[in-house]
Nanobody, 130 residues
């Protein structure tokens, strides 16, 4: 099971850091993706990172504001969200897949194929007020 945490309510321009951790296994060998789903909208890929941390992707809507990183010692993946906008309001999920060449993770996030991700956690709510 994965668990995303760190959500909360902030004003526009504020920051939050989400974290993703796993219970029962280590994230070190998994590509990790962050997805979000706003009320009334479909789930969208936000960002992803390869298992070794050397490759990453950001959706255009968050590029320059969000930063994904991973701590292999703590076996956690983070999503630092700065300059938050009201349109960032959503339930944020992290997901994992065994992905030695990063392709599957990237396809899932950038290619709008979230079902390619193997493990999902419960989301954490981010609310940004104007």
């Amino acid at each position: 099971q994965l668990q995303a945490c760190g959500g909360g309510s902030v004003q526009a321009g504020g920051s939050l850091r989400l974290s993703c951790a796993a219970s029962g296994f280590t994230l070190d060998y998994y590509g990790i993706g962050w997805f979000r789903q706003a009320p009334g909208k479909k789930r969208e890929g936000v960002s992803c990172i390869s298992f070794e941390g050397g490759s990453y992707f950001y959706a255009d809507s968050v590029k320059g504001r969000f930063t994904i990183s991973r701590d292999r010692v703590k076996s956690k993946v983070y999503l630092q969200m700065n300059s938050l906008k009201p349109e960032d309001t959503a339930l944020y999920y992290c997901a994992a897949t065994e992905d030695g060449d990063y392709l599957e993770t990237l396809t899932a996030v950038a290619g709008d194929q979230p079902d390619d991700m193997k493990y999902w956690g419960k989301g954490t709510l981010v609310t940004v007020s104007s």
